[in-house]
């Protein structure tokens, strides 16, 4: 019997886990993962920390390697881009980026993990040198030499999400920083108020130059760029990075799959495209948040691998026995010493999907008050919830220390609705090395119910 030849576009946080898992899974398959890129597997989200010198190196900032995936049966060929989708003939056509040349490829199941760009600014000078994105192999190549470079001293920012990092990044490489954003505070499409003035502050307690609700017209230079134009005037700069947001890598896919009119792929509750064997996964998908009851972004590589593990898991069976549940989706927010894990909706967004939703933060230090300040982190915590039902929606935690476990529970509570009750009532374990006797989940719990807290 012949080999079912399974091929999977893009090899990231989606590819890998569908590739590694259709080859533990099964037998008589035949598994090729097409990469545009040169490196394979470069993680983006491990790029701050290679950037501040804390990896092994930038080569091992990566999921797998070519030959990992060979050992286990697999191939992966890179430098070779999926450039079309013929769903009558089951094949796709791949393209060599290094020379040119086109070939097709057929398929029996088609995997289309192929992600997101990083968005650029078509404004006037964008073309000038030294002005970078800040996603993939490459651009960690760019930005590590300019944080290095010692001609470069003004470095511009323009957007305050994942700009950050950037931010970060280059103040710690004594770089002067202006970070640049529409917005009124950083941050601000994620955390809530309260959060938001920590981290502004935060900033520029840290020496970054925030330059908020500001619109960016242009950037100007003499081959390489010198200053940013916005509506305020010029910003000095001798190094542009921009984080404005991803859009889906699917233009290739225009006219044989259905997308959105953003160009985000649609999908049913198995994750099937509008064709026959072609299924997505990844950040060019909504999947189906639990918290909102429909679908929405969620860009993750926690969420691409649940999904690429559910797809395989069904891949070969003609209706699958149970939809895909859904995702809750959490990420880190963090600048300097201030780490912020954000959980399901916010109240915003919790609005924007039509609930009557409400947000309680409580600021509390982590343990007893006998323990001196010096040894008692100052802690937030919020949850969001459904002021009718009490279902816990959304719910974050900011702190200098690690708090991340107590984000981790209001996920876990997220994914099994619990509610306001439940979380005031639960039993955690206590001890005063490291909490109080009710912990900050209860504590925040209890506050938004109207209860009295005792700690």
Request: one cysteine or more; glycine letters at 8%; charged letters at 25%.
């Amino acid at each position: 019997m012949s080999k079912k030849k399974i091929i999977i576009v893009g090899a990231s946080h989606g590819g890998q886990e569908a590739a590694y898992e259709i080859l533990d899974r099964y037998d008589d398959v035949d598994v090729t993962v097409y990469e545009a890129g040169n490196f394979v597997s470069f993680m983006s989200c491990g790029m701050k920390l290679f950037l501040e010198g804390k990896t092994t190196g930038q080569d091992n900032v990566r999921n797998f390697t070519p030959e990992d995936l060979a050992e286990r049966g697999g191939k992966v060929v890179n430098n070779t881009a999926v450039t079309a989708l013929d769903p009558a003939k089951k094949t796709v056509t791949v393209k060599n980026v290094k020379d040119g040349t086109t070939k097709e490829v057929s398929y029996d199941k088609l995997i289309i993990s192929s992600g997101v760009n990083p968005a650029s600014l078509p404004l006037p000078g964008a073309d000038l040198k030294n002005i970078m994105l800040m996603r993939g192999y490459d651009c960690a190549t760019e930005i590590n030499a300019a944080a290095q470079d010692e001609a470069i001293k003004n470095v511009a920012v323009i957007g305050a999400g994942n700009g950050i990092a950037a931010a970060e990044v280059f103040a710690k490489a004594g770089k002067n920083v202006t970070l640049i954003d529409g917005g009124q505070k950083p941050l601000e499409n994620y955390l809530n108020d309260t959060y938001t003035s920590l981290f502004e502050k935060e900033l520029t307690d840290h020496g970054v130059n925030l330059a908020m609700n500001t619109k960016v017209t242009g950037f100007v230079g003499n081959g390489k760029v010198n200053a940013v134009q916005t509506d305020k005037g010029d910003i000095t700069a001798d190094c542009v990075i921009i984080t404005v947001g991803i859009k889906p890598n699917t233009d290739w896919l225009k006219n044989t799959i259905d997308l959105y009119d953003n160009g985000y792929i649609k999908v049913d509750n198995y994750f099937r495209t509008n064709v026959k064997d072609v299924y997505a996964i990844g950040d060019a998908i909504f999947p189906f948040s639990i918290p909102a009851n429909r679908r929405v972004p969620m860009p993750s590589a926690i969420a691409a691998r649940h999904e690429a593990q559910y797809v395989v898991e069904h891949l070969f069976e003609d209706k699958p026995e149970r939809v895909f549940k859904g995702l809750v989706g959490a990420q880190l927010l963090e600048a300097f010493d201030l780490h912020a894990v954000t959980t399901g909706l916010s109240e915003k967004n919790a609005k924007r999907a039509g609930i009557n939703a409400k947000e309680t933060v409580l600021k509390s230090y982590l343990r007893p008050d006998y323990i001196p300040e010096k040894d008692n982190p100052t802690c937030y915590i919020a949850v969001v919830y459904n002021e009718d039902s009490h279902q816990i929606l959304g719910g974050s935690v900011l702190s200098s220390y690690d708090i991340s476990g107590q984000a981790n529970v209001l996920s876990l509570a997220i994914r099994n609705k619990l509610t306001l009750e439940d979380l005031a009532e639960a039993d955690f374990f206590f001890s005063p090395t490291y909490d109080k006797q009710w912990s900050l989940v209860n504590q925040v719990a209890q506050k938004a119910l109207g209860l009295k807290l005792t700690v």
